[in-house]
């Protein structure tokens, strides 16, 4: 019988915690249980968790913001406001472009990356770099890059180029039958045998023939 992720146990140790992928929610629960800080991003508090079991030293949170004191939330912008180094994307930001661009406008990562990559570059530049993205949609050969903290993009992605017959529900039911079994560093890979989950009452089993299940 397959093992299944356990609940959050703060007496667990960091070796069998570290079997596992543990979504946002349980990291968080288990900050609480472990009286340790549960703000950061999702490897920031994996590693936070980890090290509070294992009895190690906190690692210290990543230093946050830049030099810049520009008040991005605040500022009335322009066309011509220059991008610091400290530049974030709250209401103020986005309702400039969504009045700049429109209603499509969408504060996508690719979008967000080249912003604080682009110190010094004017939110004109921005707006310009952002249909440059938006254009690029078009191109059949476009695949936005998935951020390595995002798993379950990457194994939808992956189930998906393996398999082109899956549908996206059915990657997805892979995906939620996976992420409840051991794997270890906390990632979850995807595998033919997942495909096993499709086979439930509860889901439309796909077609195993090898002319289904190719590699795209």
Same mark, same amino acid.
């Given at each position: 019988?397959?093992?299944?992720?356990?609940? @959050?146990?703060?007496?667990?140790?960091?070796?069998?915690?570290?079997?596992?992928?543990?979504?946002?929610?349980?990291?968080?629960?288990?900050?609480?249980? &472990?009286?340790?800080?549960?703000?950061?991003?999702?490897?920031?508090?994996?590693?936070?968790?980890?090290?509070?079991?294992?009895?190690?030293? &906190?690692?210290?949170?990543?230093?946050?913001?830049?030099?810049?004191?520009?008040?991005?939330?605040?500022?009335?912008?322009?066309?011509?406001? @220059?991008?610091?180094?400290?530049?974030?994307?709250?209401?103020?930001?986005?309702? =400039?472009?969504?009045?700049?661009?429109? +209603?499509?406008? +969408?504060?996508?990562?690719?979008?967000?990356?080249?912003?604080?990559?682009?110190?010094?570059?004017?939110?004109?530049?921005?707006? $310009?770099?952002?249909?440059?993205?938006?254009?690029?949609?078009?191109?059949?050969?476009?695949?936005?890059?998935?951020?390595?903290?995002?798993? =379950? &993009?990457? =194994? @939808?992605?992956?189930?998906?180029?393996?398999?082109?017959?899956?549908?996206?529900? $059915?990657?997805?039911?892979?995906?939620?039958?996976?992420?409840? $079994?051991?794997?270890?560093?906390? =990632? @979850?890979?995807?595998?033919?045998?997942?495909?096993?989950?499709?086979?439930?009452?509860?889901?439309?089993?796909?077609?195993?023939?090898?002319?289904?299940?190719? +590699?795209?």
């Amino acid at each position: 019988m397959t093992e299944t992720r356990p609940p @959050v146990d703060i007496t667990m140790t960091a070796i069998e915690f570290d079997r596992w992928y543990w979504p946002v929610e349980a990291l968080k629960e288990f900050c609480g249980g &472990l009286d340790i800080a549960a703000t950061g991003t999702k490897a920031i508090l994996r590693d936070r968790v980890a090290a509070a079991l294992s009895g190690a030293p &906190l690692p210290k949170a990543p230093r946050r913001g830049g030099t810049s004191s520009f008040n991005w939330a605040k500022t009335k912008l322009t066309p011509d406001t @220059v991008i610091t180094d400290n530049i974030s994307f709250g209401p103020n930001v986005r309702g =400039y472009f969504k009045a700049a661009i429109g +209603s499509k406008f +969408s504060c996508h990562g690719d979008f967000m990356d080249w912003m604080r990559a682009n110190a010094g570059a004017t939110l004109a530049d921005a707006e $310009q770099a952002w249909r440059t993205f938006e254009a690029r949609k078009d191109d059949p050969s476009f695949r936005r890059e998935i951020a390595t903290c995002n798993n =379950y &993009l990457q =194994y @939808v992605r992956n189930a998906r180029d393996t398999h082109p017959d899956l549908t996206l529900d $059915q990657a997805k039911a892979c995906w939620d039958a996976k992420k409840i $079994q051991p794997a270890p560093g906390g =990632y @979850v890979h995807f595998e033919t045998g997942d495909l096993t989950a499709l086979n439930s009452e509860d889901t439309e089993p796909v077609d195993e023939r090898p002319s289904a299940l190719t +590699s795209g």
